[in-house]
């Protein structure tokens, strides 16, 4: 039974819908890669729609999701009304990850796909999915290498569809969080070269959700060494200087085992710390 569309598409968006549809529609047992992004959860909404039981989402656990957005994809899968499980990952053990290198997110993602390869094979060998969209293939993405070496399939990718209508067909189908912020795991608000650690991820994830709490939903917090670096919008930095109680974030910031605190006023840029490498690449 089709979700009802609860407001219009351009024709264009009404064809790539019906399109995927379709397109999950003729897989057997679908296993989605389920992050509680917006792409994800579109993927994970169709392959229930779709294919019912024969549909199911797996998240993968480690330190570099923040415990509030593990949350989120709970609650988002329980309102699809999609199967979801829960796997741990240890991708914070491998050299290829926790050493930082330009490519880490291969060797994270290849450990999730192989988690991922384990879970599809117990149910009925499921075709894995992921959220990948048509706007990621034009950004510095290893992580996209790894899932296609693992057989994954990106519907949205291959559909052509990109981030502005998967907000629009999400919006359409009464998806609650179809203007979710783009949340990039934490291992990305560490530069390059410094090696992660499960210590400061969870700094980063604690001092984003400080500022989330009070109302600020997007936000980056860069970790450089000892310092952290608020990124918010350029529209919402004035709000943020006017409205927050500076001491009492300096003081938590520095609970937290940070050493200084800066908000950098070119506001947050979607990737800033790859912008060396893509104009290289």
């Not at 399109?19 to 999950?24: A, K, T």
């Not at 003729?26 to 992050?35: E, L, M, Q, T, Y």
Request: glycine fraction near 6%; charged fraction near 25%; hydrophobic fraction near 40%.
């Amino acid at each position: 039974m089709f979700l009802s569309q609860l407001e219009s598409l351009t024709e264009s968006e009404q064809e790539q819908l019906t399109l995927l549809r379709e397109f999950i529609k003729d897989i057997d047992n679908a296993c989605v890669a389920f992050s509680g992004g917006v792409d994800s959860s579109l993927v994970a909404t169709i392959a229930q729609e779709q294919l019912g039981t024969k549909a199911f989402a797996v998240t993968g656990v480690s330190p570099s999701l923040a415990p509030y957005l593990l949350k989120q994809a709970r609650l988002q899968a329980a309102w699809i009304g999609i199967r979801h499980e829960e796997c741990k990952t240890n991708e914070i053990n491998e050299p290829n990850y926790f050493k930082n290198p330009e490519n880490r997110c291969f060797a994270c993602k290849q450990e999730l796909h192989k988690h991922l390869n384990q879970i599809s094979k117990r149910f009925n060998n499921a075709q894995v999915l992921d959220g990948v969209n048509h706007d990621d293939l034009h950004d510095f993405r290893p992580g996209i290498k790894a899932s296609n070496q693992a057989g994954v399939i990106s519907p949205l990718a291959e559909l052509k569809i990109n981030k502005k209508s998967i907000r629009s067909i999400s919006k359409s189908l009464g998806l609650p969080w179809w203007d979710k912020p783009a949340q990039p795991c934490l291992a990305s608000r560490i530069p390059f070269g410094e090696e992660i650690s499960s210590t400061r991820l969870e700094q980063i994830a604690l001092a984003e959700a400080w500022i989330i709490n009070q109302g600020f939903s997007k936000v980056r917090v860069r970790s450089q060494g000892l310092s952290a670096r608020i990124e918010l919008p350029t529209d919402e930095i004035n709000n943020f200087l006017e409205t927050i109680e500076r001491n009492q974030l300096i003081k938590y910031f520095l609970s937290l085992g940070f050493h200084s605190i800066s908000l950098d006023l070119e506001g947050l840029i979607s990737g800033k710390l790859t912008r060396d490498i893509k104009k290289t690449t």
